[in-house]
């Protein structure tokens, strides 16, 4: 199976910062690839696909990048609801593979 | 409006079983290969199971295969996840899963679009 590492497993800014998170494969592939939001008590939330397509109705201030091996979520200017935690999911190789999440905290 | 709603969570000692459900709504039920992908408490996304929108073919993550099976009634717009053999590791949030696209679950590009708000399993003693 693919494995998927996130980093940082958190971060703390502020409303207005620039955020970056990063997903690293353990083997290379195209842009199959997806990010979702998950806030407490709820279920995750699709925001990319094919590593950098915009899911309908998702903020344009979220922008996704990268191929091979090494991905990003960016948050251009971070707001108060952007507070969650963020899973990658790689959607190469079955069975599909999560990464563990980064923590986007309140500074 | 897409909707799916999980059901049948619940406190099942070691050994027990649970079936869950998954109803559906707004979309063509048949046409898409559903997912279980499950959520121990404060941890990552697990894919667990999946299933053909005819429902001839699965899929088990290694943690379940031969305890959990999947199975779905298109009269009835409704996913299910029979789990038999509970174990404390099984403990999460189960979460009913659509695809954004009617391909296979093996497909590349297989991304989930929709999810349902989750059924706690506690297995406990």
């Known amino acids: 199976d693919i494995q998927m590492t996130q980093s940082p497993s958190s971060v703390s800014a502020s409303v207005g910062d620039r955020v970056t998170i990063t997903c690293r494969a353990s083997?290379?592939?195209?842009?199959?690839l997806a990010w979702y939001q998950q806030k407490p008590g709820k279920a995750p939330k699709l925001l990319i696909y094919?590593?950098?397509s915009l899911q309908s109705g998702v903020p344009s201030r979220f922008s996704g990048s990268g191929s091979g091996t090494d991905f990003t979520l960016t948050i251009s200017s971070l707001q108060p609801e952007d507070f969650a935690t963020y899973y990658c999911?790689?959607?190469?190789?079955?069975?599909?593979?999560f990464g563990q999440g980064t923590k986007v905290e309140i500074k | 409006e897409v909707q799916v709603l999980e059901s049948g969570g619940g406190l099942v000692q070691p050994g027990g079983s649970l079936r869950l459900s998954c109803a559906a709504s707004?979309?063509?039920?048949?046409?898409?290969?559903m997912s279980w992908v499950r959520q121990a408490p404060g941890k990552g996304l697990e894919y667990v199971s999946a299933?053909?929108?005819?429902?001839?073919?699965?899929y088990y993550a290694d943690s379940v295969k031969g305890r959990f099976t999947i199975s779905r009634d298109s009269s009835k717009n409704t996913l299910y996840l029979q789990m038999n053999s509970l174990r404390a590791e099984d403990t999460a949030i189960y979460y009913c899963?659509?695809?954004?696209?009617?391909?296979?679950?093996?497909?590349?590009?297989?991304?989930?679009?929709?999810w349902g708000q989750g059924t706690l399993v506690t297995v406990s003693s």
């Open positions: 094919a590593a950098s």
């Open positions: 299933i053909s929108g005819g429902g001839g073919s699965t």
């Open positions: 899963a659509k695809p954004g696209s009617s391909i296979s679950f093996n497909t590349q590009g297989y991304y989930f679009d929709y």
């Open positions: 083997q290379g592939f195209s842009s199959w």
């Open positions: 999911q790689q959607a190469n190789t079955f069975p599909w593979t």
């Open positions: 707004g979309f063509t039920f048949r046409s898409y290969a």
